[in-house]
């Protein structure tokens, strides 16, 4: 078992200290298990470390028997943990004065010297917000991009799945832990993301999913990209807070207006009309900000003209005659179960061939 690991996870299980005092205490004593060492006298010394600060780490026999039980846990189920010092560490989100000190990580997921972008909007996203975000990273693809989000309903898993789709790198930031997916309904995408991108969190396999985790996970997704982008966001909402973030980290943001009247594009024009947030109306409003004109382009195939398997054949044509149709009717024409059509049905929104609906209703594209 590593020791450093294991002296930096305990860490951040003392009551009172976060990220910043954390790493206020490695700067002046060097390594996690030297703070450990230390007397009181010492501890107290540094300005910002009070008694209880002090008390907790001279009684730290628990948090380092938790922080034993999150490294064993995280050796049996391949996650990696990436301490700041890691060569591994996102050089981005270094800069960043609340990084974490060290995240869990999950899949195959690679950040050095890469165009990321994360992606943000509201859980309720419209029609005009998916397509809207499906066309964006459709246009971004050739660049090879890494696309960065929460995983949440709406926009988030939008932009999860047109990654997949375009077969990019796609990161998701949890606010809990990687004993579980939330939500559920989102778990059949986690193969997929974990082959080429996967999941990132800094909170322990213990944590359970909790909108007080929000911020922390908010500060990930911003700190992560050169540009935070709102796809649809109501007058509130955790998009703005983690525009807010990126902002504070001196990042670029991005809103995409909508019309006046709608709810769930007030919160973007209302960051573009206080010039909080530059305007995207397409990907190209993005590289040109961001100077990413001389990006070698990725080779990108399209099929113009798919090759589908035998089971994929029926569905098409019902979709092709039927227009929009929901996963009970399509089972019934197809006479597929319905369990074995709804995989088959993620299969082919991977492959490009259809697009989900809510309300469990599928469209050819």
Not at 214 to 239: C, D, H, M, P, Y
Request: with cysteine; proline share 5%; hydrophobic share 40%.
């Amino acid at each position: 078992m590593n020791d450093d690991l294991l002296y930096l996870i305990a860490l951040k299980k003392i009551p009172l200290v976060g990220d910043i005092t954390a790493r206020k205490l490695l700067t002046h004593f060097g390594s996690a298990q030297r703070i450990f060492a230390q007397s009181r006298e010492k501890l107290e010394k540094l300005i910002g470390i009070g008694s209880k600060i002090a008390d907790n780490l001279l009684h730290s026999a628990t948090y380092l028997h938790e922080a034993e039980a999150e490294l064993s846990f995280a050796e049996q189920h391949h996650i990696q943990v990436i301490a700041y010092t890691d060569p591994q560490y996102p050089t981005l989100l270094k800069q960043c004065p609340d990084s974490p000190i060290f995240f869990y990580q999950k899949g195959n997921i690679q950040l050095s010297n890469k165009r990321i972008i994360s992606i943000v909007g509201t859980r309720n996203s419209t029609p005009y917000g998916n397509a809207f975000c499906e066309k964006l990273i459709e246009e971004l693809a050739p660049l090879g991009v890494v696309v960065v989000s929460g995983f949440a309903y709406g926009i988030d898993i939008t932009a999860h799945k047109a990654a997949i789709k375009h077969h990019l790198q796609t990161v998701a930031c949890l606010a809990h832990g990687l004993n579980f997916i939330y939500p559920p309904a989102h778990s059949k995408y986690a193969e997929a993301m974990t082959e080429n991108g996967g999941f990132i969190t800094d909170f322990g396999y213990l944590s359970a999913f909790d909108r007080k985790n929000f911020l922390s996970r908010n500060r990930i997704i911003a700190g992560l990209s050169q540009a935070t982008i709102v796809i649809e966001s109501g007058k509130k909402g955790g998009s703005l807070v983690t525009t807010d973030i990126a902002s504070s980290y001196g990042r670029e943001v991005f809103a995409v207006p909508g019309r006046v009247t709608d709810p769930y594009s007030i919160g973007c024009n209302e960051l573009i009309r206080s010039g909080k947030a530059n305007i995207l109306l397409s990907a190209q409003d993005l590289i040109d900000t961001l100077g990413w004109h001389n990006t070698p382009p990725k080779e990108v195939q399209q099929e113009l003209f798919p090759t589908y398997t035998p089971e994929e054949e029926p569905v098409i044509e019902q979709l092709k005659k039927g227009g929009k149709m929901t996963l009970d009717s399509l089972s019934l024409a197809c006479q597929i179960p319905v369990y074995q059509l709804s995989n088959l049905l993620f299969q082919m929104e991977l492959k490009g061939y259809v697009h989900s609906l809510p309300g469990k209703m599928f469209e050819i594209i």
